[in-house]
């Protein structure tokens, strides 16, 4: 008998990056899945909101990151930036 093989979990992470920062601020916001780095107060403050939105989003969706696809993932995105 052949062993069935197990799929790797899929392991899912958020990365926001932010270059517009010229006062040379060294801005980091980490958390379970996601890692902030960088921009100015204002991009770091907006990126930091998309992702507590987007976390938001997906519990109430009863969905954890790595289950998501990337299109619903690109629609949660674009749904819980701040304008």
Excluded at 55 to 70: C, I, N, S, Y
């Amino acid at each position: 008998m052949s062993k069935k093989q197990k799929k790797p979990a899929r392991v899912a992470g958020l990365l926001g990056l932010g270059l517009d920062d010229a006062g040379g601020h060294k801005r980091i916001t980490t958390g379970e899945q996601f890692a902030i780095l960088g921009g100015s107060e204002e991009t770091h403050g907006r990126m930091t909101e998309t992702v507590v939105k987007t976390f938001e989003t997906l519990k109430t969706r009863g969905k954890q990151l790595a289950q998501v696809e990337p299109t619903e993932l690109a629609e949660i995105l674009h749904r819980s930036t701040p304008r």
